[in-house]
Each structure stands twice: as structure tokens, then as C-alpha cells.
């Protein structure tokens, strides 16, 4: 069978090799899907024929996406916020984990506030990211160097696309989909937070390849923490892998890069775990509990199947029924604050970043080396006194030597400093960076189905809907209204708790950081005293 | 009567004001003297006539030198330390009083290490150095701002334009001339330091202007304090002014610049007092002890007649008999050894200038911004939270808020900083540059007279000095070599007791600032605690 396949990334066949050159976007014709070792046989428009590695083609008759992709998309629309974790994935956990607020393009010391490997994640081996047995999202979706505030492209139909028609106007609700309830809580609107919560722990980093060492990736272990999983507790702790492609790292900063990448992966896991409504998703609770291959086989199989996607989410959202209907002008207004709001933030956040970038170029750059340059002089300024040949030297260039240690000594505090207390407060406002950037889109889709309740008389009128669909319409936007409340307040709500406990974290390690250098200069004072 | 002079400094005549526009080296004749006001008639070689400056040329007939010049040059010639003193007081204390340590000609934040005054001090106001009714230096002596290190043009012949052979051949010793005694003291070969130490206080700075106000200068009040002071102690406390020129200062750095400008006056004048062979000098203690102008001019006319100028200053020199005679070999190495230490030195000093300059321009400017935006960018999200609608926000945002003030205190803290500490270190490190520059020409005499007590021999032989010659010639030589090595020790003893004073200030402030920090620090905490 010929499949028609669409290129996604550039490929620069070896010559002699037997492959085939190809471009991004191109279509081919696979002519071979059994070669094997992760390569299959091609045929482009010219009639050329060629070895293609096989994830650099993504075959039409899959429906233009991989599984693995699709996977992504299903969990995606599951739920709006679904979505914008993905994104925010995407945005900051791509190929460049810098990428989302790297702001400053000016060159300075670094284009990146931490001196991180950049130009080392472009080239193939890195522009993909692939999720290995489990979830993948897409290349394309992963802003380049450089230019983190460009839009970012569109893999699965988002929202704006469809519009909230689909779900406004649909005949039938879903079949046998458990409900999730919205009730009235103390700040409004809530989800109905399940008892015990999922949690996982993600750990251990491996480095692997696949396509004979074209591409490889760092693969981390996933273990789902059930005893406090009321669900799938049963399944025991069955340890999983998520995996990131790895650049071709410096091997300095290798480590160090590492680590956050996972530390990102676990806070984007944990935030996964915290909200209600995906931590109880078939397909998050069929990866937290799978034992096997098969396992996960027949679990995606079935949630292929899930209609419930885009705006449909909103089918299986059930406010309970204390909650009264709609209030137009309310609601208008609660999308004018949200929308406010989340704008206000956004720009909050984004100059934090900006500044913080700034300030953690400096602390690690320009000022420890004036430190340890003015550290030197004084040291510098002690051995010339030493060769005086006069007498009575001994306390001053004591002096300036304890003075040159340390002011090394303080080089060295200022330059580590960052990582111990800016590290965590620009994560957490990058994360919130992401997050932030993909509501106006959730907004969006609720504005306009108000907009739409809104004409309902007109639609009636011009026999375009019934009147029991206008009821139905009204009953529906209604229920989108509770879920984004629902939503905010859960928004809110994490907010706080994630910015009070790195505030605190970044105050504790101020205080230690001006503690320590003022020991360090007080012990300066105390060589002098001894020697004096 | 019809007198050449020299034009000391271009003039610009403003049309219709019957001036003369003049050139820097022209000669003119002076057709009328007695215009008054601060201005002479003066024809130039074209034959125009017109008003020039009185201060702007220089009569032929009074040597090419204004007397006021005259009384430098005198005191310059005194001791060679005094004149390491006036040239480093010209080059730190001139025009421009940031010149002598502006390396940075790259035009970044500033070209000085403070924000001071700098496109002011140009302009024909501010070309002169006037010390009305006492000392005038000569205004070509300075250097200008960003040619920090171009040679000092002479104003005053030096030792290297004569070298040692006047005193080394003269005749006859001075007439009865009060010896400058050098005795053994336990570091080797030291001054007889008075009993009584001279001293003075600079204070009250009034501005004034001269020249119908063309000239403005600030005047300082010197104050002998005669209480320690041995030999005007019958005088009293009389009060003498020493005038600065004033430039054209920005508002607001005015006050700064002008205590700036007293505080290395001061400096200046304690270090002369200090010095026991300046102290004691018939000028110095004139200046000190003089009731009114008569007192002065008289004194003035003596020193004028004095001969004890340039190398002769060594004729008044008298080592103890208990001081064996010259070592050539001793005394080379001698001279090796401050040559190499006193470059040294130059080099840690101008190093430490450098660092510390670039350290107060990042103190003064881009830090405290960037501490500024940072706490700015705290309390922007502060209030966007305070914003959202939702319950509990206060813990948080009171946090936020506190950080944000606390760093808009350590902003401030940082760029006040400098002004408390650094200062003192640079303005110790520059006055140390200023006579550090001038020990070259002073060894370079001793080296030379070196060279000719080997050459003794050879001369004799030739016929061109006597054997009764070259044993004074030897001897002489031991005297100069003694005088450096007790102006040396004097220079060692004076700098141990400068950079402790200073790194112990330093090292105090130091403390006080982290010490400070931190605190500011923990008050943040307590805003917190307090809420939560």
C-alpha cells in the first residue's frame, strides 16, 4: 500500500547512504513501511527514492497525525485547561527550555537570563520532543529561540476554530460520560475536588537515542504516588518513562540542564495532579495506572474513541443544580474582570521575567567579576606593600588581603546566589507566563457564546433555531460560564498558594544570602583585630 | 611704559565691547596697564588694540612668571617631596578634579567614577587655578579631562631639565640657611620631625567671582591650627582663604563637588603640614602665620630671594655624622629597589582605581535601577492581585508589597553606598597616584648623580673637576642619597597610616551596609509575619 506522507522536519540525506532529501512540508509517497530501525522508503514528486526516518514523516492516513499525537490532542480537548497546560508545555518545555522568556535579544552577556546552553538546540536531533511510549506532542508547536513571543502554531483546532456553536446547538449530550459536577463553594463556583489526590514523582534521568543515534533524548521515570490515588491504587506503584529529547548538550551546563528540565516535568506533572478535572480524564488516569503495554494500548484505543473534545468538554460539565441560570450581565462582567485580570497579570509576570532576567545576567556576570577584580587588587595592593623592605607592614597588608579574600569570597555568593532564590521565582513566573498566555482564547469561546444567547430572540424570530434549542443554548452557556468561574477559582486559588510559597523560599534565601556576607565581612574584621 | 607679554590662555572678544581676541602663545604689548577691573589695554602684532584679561597674559617683565606663580615654583623647589606635592595637587586638584583617575575614555555610563560635573569644567572660566592672595598654580600645569595620563606640562623646571650637577659642582654651600637635619632612626635614615606638628582646617567654601564676574571661584577658609604648632604659635589663630576656580556647576552636584573639592584641599594642606621638611619652610610657615598683606608681601619678597631651588635644595640638607658616607652600591640598589616598588605600587593603585570606578558607576547606576524595577515589578503585581476578585489575597499581596519596598531601601542603599565608603578608598588611591607619578624624575636625579660619583675618577683624570671636588661631589651624593631614603621612609610611615585609616573605614562601612541589608531584609519578614 502507498501512503501519502507530509515531511515535518528538513532531512539532509548522507550521500551513499541510500537516502532521500527532504523538505519540511513536503508531501512523499511511502513506498516501504517495513524497512524497520525507525526508517522508511519514500518517493518524492520527482520520482526520487530514498530512505526517510520515520518520524520525520507524518502519514496522511493516520489523519494527519500519529497516535501519539492524537493522544495529545484527545487529552487537549478534554478540558480548556488541558489545553493550556499543554501550551505551556509547549512554550517552555520545548527543545528550548529558555525560549519562553528569553525576551532579551540584544546580545548582552547572555541572551538567556541563565547562562544555559542555546545554540546548541538547534539542528535535527532537537527539534523533536517526543513523549516515548506515552504522550508526544508536536515540534511545531515549540517556539525557536529567540522569538518566545511569536504565535505559536497551531496543532490541535483550538476553541476559536469551531466556535461554541458545536456545543451550543448539539442534539445530544454524551452517552454514559461520567458528569463533572460544579458546586457552590465559599469563593463562588468550584470543581469538585476528588479526596485523595494524584500525585507522581518524577526522578532518575537517562540518556537515550533511537534512529540509530540520529535522535536522542532524555528519558525520565515517572512513578504515580497511589497511596494517595483513590482510583488506581489498586495497580500499585508501576513505574512509567517520560521522555524529552536531549540536545547536544555543553558538558558543564549538561547537568545542571538536566535537572531543570525534569524540575519543569514534575512541576507540570504536579500541576496535571492537581486540577480535579484532568487528574479524573480517562487517559491521565489510564497513564497513572497502566501496567503494560497492552494496558495502554487498549486504554488509548478507547479514548480515541471519546468524542468529547474542542468545546464539546463542556457536554460531560454538570453545575449542580443550586446554582441558578445564567445572568447575562454577570457573566459579561465576570469575563471582563477575568479578561482583565489575566491581561494584567500577563504583563505583571512578563516584567518580572524581563527584570529578573536582567538582574540574574548581572549577578552572574559582570558584578561577581568586578568583586573578584577588586578582591584582586587588594591582594594585588598587599604583596607590593610586602616588598617594601619597611618595616611594620604586617597589619595593613593582613588587612588587605583578608579584604581581598573577601571580597572573592563575596564574588562567589553573588554569582550562586541566583540559582537559590531567583531560580524558583522565575520558574514559577514563567510557568504562569504560559498559563497566562493561553486564556484569552478560553475567554474568547465564552464571550462569543454569550454573544450567541444573546441573539437568541433573533435566531428564533428568523426560524433559524426553536425555541426549546434557545432554552437549551441559554442552559448551555450557562453551564460554560460555571466551568470558566470554576476554573478562575481554581486559577486563583494555585496562584496563590504557588506565589506565597516561592516568596517565601525567595525571602528565607535573601536573608541567608546578606547573613552570609555579612559574616564574611565581619571575619574579615575579625583578621585584623587578631593580627592589630 | 610699553610691556610684552605672553597670552597665557585664548581670548574671544565679544564684539563691541572694545576687547582684543587673542591667541594661547601670542605675544602683545601691553599699551596700559592701569585700565583696572582685571583688565589691561593690549596691542596685538597686527597693531589692534583692545582689552584683554589681566590674568589671561603674562608680563615679560616680571620673568615670564606672575609672582603668584613665582611663590609655587619657590615652594615647589623647597624639597622634592613639595614638588611630588603641587604637581599631584595639580593633577587631582585642577580644573577638573576627576581627571587624574578617569581612565575610562569609552564614554559608558559616565566617564568619571561619579556622576559628577565633567562638560562643565571646560570653557574659559574654569581654564584657571587661581589660590588668591596666597599660591597660584599655573593653570597649563593641569590636566585635561579624559587625558588623564598625558605628561604634565612643566611649569616649574624640574631636576631632570638641570640634574645634579649644579649641586653636586657648586662652589659654596647656601648662606646662612637653617640645616634640614636626617638622622638614624630605627627604619634607617628619617627627617627631624618638629615636636609640634602643623596643622590646618579647610572649611566654610564661600563662591566668588573676579573679572566682573568672567572668573568665579570658590574660596576656602584655612584655619593654622596653631595650637599644636611650635614656631606661629605667638600669631594666633588668623584666618587665611585659599580660592579654587569655580566651573559652571550643575545644580545639583554643586554642593557635592565643592566638599568634594574642600575635602582634597584639606587633604593636601595636612599632607604638606605633615611633612616635617615642607612644615618647617620659610613659605609654608609664612603662609601659616602671616596677620595681614603687609606680613605677606614682606615674607613674599624673602622667599623670592631664596636660591634653594631645584636640586640646590639638597645644599640645606645635613645628614647626622653618625651616618657612615655613600655605599654606591648600597645606595644603587636602594634606588633599585623604590623604583621597583614605587611602580609597582602604580600599577596596584591605578588597578584599583580602575575596579573601583568601574564599581561605583555599576553602584550609582545600573544596580540600584535594576533593584528599583525589581521592587517595582513586585508591587505591580502586588496590586494586579489585589485586583482579582478573589478572597484571601491579603498575606500575599502584603508580601509582595514588602518586598517591593524592601527593594526599592536596597536600591537606594547600594547607590548611597559608594559616597560612605568607596570614596575614601579612591580619593586615598588617587592622592597615592598623584605622588606615586612623580617619584620617577626624583630617583632618576639620585640615579644620575649615581653615575657621575663613578665617573669620578675618569673626571679627575681628565682634568674636569678636581680630586678635593670629587670627594665633595661623593659626598653631596651621599646627601641626596640619604634625603631619598628618608623621604622614602616618610613615604612608607605615611602610607601604612593612610590605607589603614582608610581600609579600616572601608572594612567599617561594610559592615554597617550588609549589616544594614539584612535588616531591611528581616523587617520584610516581620511585615509578613505579622499578617500571616
Wanted: proline letters at 5%.
Amino acid at each position: 500500500v502507498c501512503l501519502q506522507a507530509k515531511v515535518l522536519y528538513e532531512f539532509v540525506a548522507e550521500p551513499g547512504n541510500n537516502e532521500l532529501s527532504v523538505n519540511e512540508g513536503e508531501i512523499v509517497t511511502i513506498t516501504n513501511q517495513s524497512i524497520g530501525g525507525g526508517w522508511v522508503e519514500a518517493q518524492n514528486s520527482r520520482g526520487e527514492v530514498g530512505l526517510v526516518p520515520e518520524d520525520y514523516v507524518a502519514l496522511e492516513s493516520r489523519g494527519g497525525f500519529r497516535p501519539e499525537l492524537w493522544r495529545v490532542s484527545n487529552l487537549s480537548f478534554l478540558f480548556p485547561v488541558v489545553l493550556l497546560h499543554v501550551r505551556y508545555f509547549q512554550k517552555t518545555n520545548g527543545s528550548d527550555p529558555w525560549a519562553a522568556f528569553t525576551t532579551d535579544a540584544s546580545g548582552g552577556f547572555s541572551n538567556n537570563w541563565a547562562a544555559q546552553p542555546q545554540g546548541t538546540e538547534t539542528g535535527r536531533t532537537s527539534t523533536h520532543e517526543a513523549w516515548s511510549s506515552s504522550v508526544q506532542s508536536h515540534p511545531q508547536a515549540y517556539q525557536g529561540p529567540g522569538n518566545p513571543d511569536s504565535e505559536v502554531p497551531r496543532m490541535f483546532p483550538g476553541f476559536s476554530k469551531s466556535g461554541p456553536d458545536l456545543y451550543l446547538l448539539s442534539k445530544q449530550g454524551p452517552k454514559g460520560k461520567e458528569k463533572l459536577p460544579i458546586y457552590r463553594g465559599e469563593v463562588g463556583p468550584v470543581w469538585l475536588y476528588p479526596e485523595g489526590q494524584l500525585d507522581c514523582v518524577v526522578a532518575d534521568p537517562k540518556k537515550g537515542s533511537k534512529l540509530y543515534g540520529l535522535k536522542s533524548y532524555i528519558e525520565y521515570q515517572v512513578t504515580p504516588n497511589v497511596s494517595v490515588f483513590h482510583i488506581s491504587a489498586a495497580f500499585g506503584p508501576t513505574l512509567k518513562r517520560l521522555s524529552l529529547p536531549a540536545a547536544d548538550l555543553l558538558g558543564r551546563f549538561e547537568e545542571e540542564f538536566i535537572k531543570m528540565r525534569m524540575e519543569r516535568l514534575q512541576g507540570w506533572m504536579t500541576r496535571m495532579c492537581r486540577h480535579p478535572v484532568i487528574s479524573s480524564s480517562d487517559v491521565f488516569q489510564l497513564f497513572h495506572s497502566y501496567k503494560d503495554e497492552k494496558d495502554w494500548k487498549t486504554g488509548k484505543r478507547k479514548a480515541e474513541k471519546d468524542e468529547t473534545v474542542g468545546v464539546m468538554v463542556f457536554s460531560v460539565i454538570e453545575p449542580e443544580e443550586t446554582l441558578p441560570d445564567l445572568d447575562l450581565l454577570e457573566v459579561e462582567q465576570k469575563c471582563e474582570q477575568f479578561s482583565r485580570f489575566t491581561k494584567a497579570m500577563d504583563d505583571g509576570v512578563k516584567d518580572l521575567l524581563n527584570v529578573g532576567q536582567e538582574h540574574w545576567k548581572r549577578c552572574t556576570g559582570p558584578l561577581p567579576k568586578e568583586y573578584q577584580r577588586i578582591g584582586k587588587a587588594f591582594q594585588n595592593l598587599s604583596s607590593v606593600f610586602n616588598s617594601s623592605g619597611y618595616e611594620g607592614e604586617a597589619t595593613l597588608t593582613d588587612a588587605l588581603t583578608a579584604a581581598g579574600k573577601t571580597y572573592e569570597d563575596i564574588a562567589q555568593m553573588v554569582a550562586e546566589q541566583p540559582k537559590k532564590d531567583l531560580h524558583f521565582l522565575m520558574e514559577t513566573n514563567n510557568e504562569y507566563k504560559g498559563l497566562l498566555g493561553c486564556f484569552p482564547e478560553t475567554i474568547g469561546v465564552h464571550k462569543a457564546a454569550i454573544e450567541k444567547v444573546k441573539e437568541g430572540d433573533k435566531l428564533v424570530a428568523a426560524s433559524k433555531i426553536t425555541a426549546p434549542e434557545k432554552i437549551t443554548m441559554t442552559k448551555r452557556a450557562s453551564t460554560m460560564s460555571y466551568a470558566l468561574q470554576a476554573e478562575m477559582n481554581h486559577f486563583h486559588s494555585n496562584r496563590i498558594y504557588d506565589y506565597n510559597r516561592v516568596m517565601q523560599l525567595y525571602l528565607e534565601e535573601q536573608i541567608k544570602f546578606y547573613e552570609t556576607v555579612r559574616l564574611s565581612v565581619s571575619r574579615w574584621v575579625q583578621s585584623i583585630s587578631v593580627q592589630s
